[in-house]
Nanobody, 123 residues
Framework: QVQLVESGGGLVQAGGSLRLSCAASGRPFSRYAMGWFRQAPEKQREMVATISNGGNTKYADSVKGRFTISRNNAKDTIDLQMNNLKPEDTAVYYC?????????????????WGQGTQVTVSS
């Protein structure tokens, strides 16, 4: 059974930091690209950061320089370090696993998702 379980969300003031973690199980996620996405109320789900099986990373322009994605293939985990958080970062954050070595470009091409964790940034 495939499972992606996120943790680390919460409430933080603007300028603060949070670290999200995702534990993956059920198939060899270490072989494939993984990513973090977010969805704010009444908005579409969007890519935040992705990491290929080889460690190549991509970031949304809105988070470049503030967020860092990392992975531990031995533990099948990925993290998202979020610094200098802004109110517009408020959203439910989702961990996702792909079936390709390079991160898919479309949200719909990611087959496995976690249940999400709420991040709220107050001004």
């Amino acid at each position: 059974q495939v499972q992606l379980v996120e943790s680390g969300g919460g409430l933080v003031q603007a300028g603060g930091s949070l670290r999200l973690s995702c534990a993956a199980s059920g198939r060899p996620f270490s072989r494939y690209a993984m990513g973090w996405f977010r969805q704010a109320p009444e908005k579409q789900r969007e890519m935040v950061a992705t990491i290929s099986n080889g460690g190549n990373t991509k970031y949304a322009d809105s988070v470049k320089g503030r967020f860092t994605i990392s992975r531990n293939n031995a533990k099948d985990t990925i993290d998202l370090q979020m610094n200098n958080l802004k109110p517009e970062d408020t959203a439910v954050y989702y961990c996702a696993g792909s079936s390709t070595y390079v991160a898919p470009t479309s949200v719909r091409m990611w087959p496995d998702w976690g249940q999400g964790t709420q991040v709220t940034v107050s001004s």
